[in-house]
């Protein structure tokens, strides 16, 4: 993207694909206590796969491709290709809508077709089976879709993405510098915390709204906290324009990258390890 050609870092952070807008960023990096991370496309690796699928998995796949063609959202990319996988063709849908942070939502064959997050169903539209099983599959760190017609639940399609190989030990250095950690996402509290515990991250705020994720910064520097907040999607934005240091991936949405203070070219989370040594060694020369 073009923004990051406006960037102008030191020599030696621009080396390590660490890209710092300016001096003022590198100066706030000294003060950060608190490192907030979106959880996929930053902790993740951002690809996930399907793993599951609860149900007739024909009828699943059917509806749930049908929508998902529409939708850019990883989710949706790991949906239609399993349902290409498995040879199961799309049906032409009507008055298809994403509905923000909870899922997509059109008419299908006469019925109305919900696909997403538990948010977008009562929870008495879904049986005890179905809600044990899901459950189940978020303790494996899995985010679960749940598709529905007519507001009862069909059956679940489970969704894995793994932790980026280096963000365990990119937490563990932050936490031996006295940093605090914390992971920020509107995927459902199981699965984030079971990807917290494979990365031994400190705080996990879950099921947040796109909407609400610069808010939750916001209440963190009222706390009294000095918050970096790394993140890669069009989602991500504000909270990254909010946070003291915005830190994107590289290989995030345009908008993340505009929005960042600090740019991490190899979109390894080691990244945020180096600038902060990077800033402390500059500033401590210059006093
Ligand atoms: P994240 O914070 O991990 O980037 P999002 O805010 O994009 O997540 O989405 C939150 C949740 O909303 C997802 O975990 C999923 O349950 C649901 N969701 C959002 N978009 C879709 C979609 N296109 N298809 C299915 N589920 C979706
Ligand atoms: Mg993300």
């Known amino acids: 993207a073009t923004p990051t050609a406006l960037m102008v870092g030191t020599a030696k952070s621009a080396k390590m694909g660490v890209l710092i807008k300016n001096g003022e960023v590198l100066e706030k990096v000294t003060d950060i206590d608190t490192v907030v991370f979106d959880k996929t496309g930053t902790i993740t690796i951002g690809k996930p796969k399907v793993t599951d699928i609860v149900g007739d998995s024909k009828r699943v796949l059917t509806v749930a491709t049908s929508l998902e063609e529409s939708s850019e959202h990883p989710l949706a990319t790991a949906i239609v290709k399993k349902a290409k996988e498995e040879k199961i063709a799309p049906v032409k849908v009507d008055n298809f809508a994403a509905i923000e942070g909870k899922g997509v939502k059109a008419n299908f064959n006469d019925h109305t077709a919900l696909v997403g997050s538990n948010k977008l169903f009562a929870n008495s539209n879904i049986s005890r089976e179905i809600q044990d099983e899901a459950e189940q599959l978020q303790n494996e760190a899995k985010t679960v879709i749940y598709v529905g017609l007519d507001q009862q639940v069909?059956?679940?399609?489970?969704?894995?993405?793994?932790?980026?190989?280096?963000?365990?030990?990119?937490?563990?250095?932050?936490?031996?510098?006295?940093?605090?950690?914390?992971?920020?996402?509107?995927?459902?509290?199981?699965?984030?915390?079971?990807?917290?515990?494979?990365?031994?991250?400190?705080?996990?705020?879950?099921?947040?709204?796109?909407?609400?994720?610069?808010?939750?910064?916001?209440?963190?520097?009222?706390?009294?906290?000095?918050?970096?907040?790394?993140?890669?999607?069009?989602?991500?934005?504000?909270?990254?324009?909010?946070?003291?240091?915005?830190?994107?991936?590289?290989?995030?949405?345009?908008?993340?990258?505009?929005?960042?203070?600090?740019?991490?070219?190899?979109?390894?989370?080691?990244g945020v390890v180096k600038a902060l040594d990077i800033s402390k060694k500059t500033f401590n020369r210059i006093k």
Do not use: C, H, Y
Not at 205 to 212: H, K, M, Q, R, Y
């Open 154 to 270: 069909i059956g679940l399609i489970a969704i894995q993405d793994v932790p980026k190989p280096s963000a365990k030990a990119a937490i563990a250095e932050l936490k031996k510098r006295g940093l605090k950690t914390v992971m920020l996402t509107g995927d459902n509290k199981n699965v984030a915390q079971a990807i917290g515990k494979q990365v031994g991250i400190d705080q996990i705020i879950a099921g947040v709204l796109p909407t609400d994720k610069a808010d939750n910064i916001k209440k963190l520097q009222k706390a009294g906290n000095k918050v970096a907040f790394v993140g890669d999607g069009i989602n991500d934005a504000p909270a990254l324009s909010t946070a003291d240091v915005g830190i994107a991936m590289g290989a995030g949405t345009d908008i993340a990258i505009e929005s960042g203070g600090i740019v991490l070219v190899q979109n390894d989370l080691m």
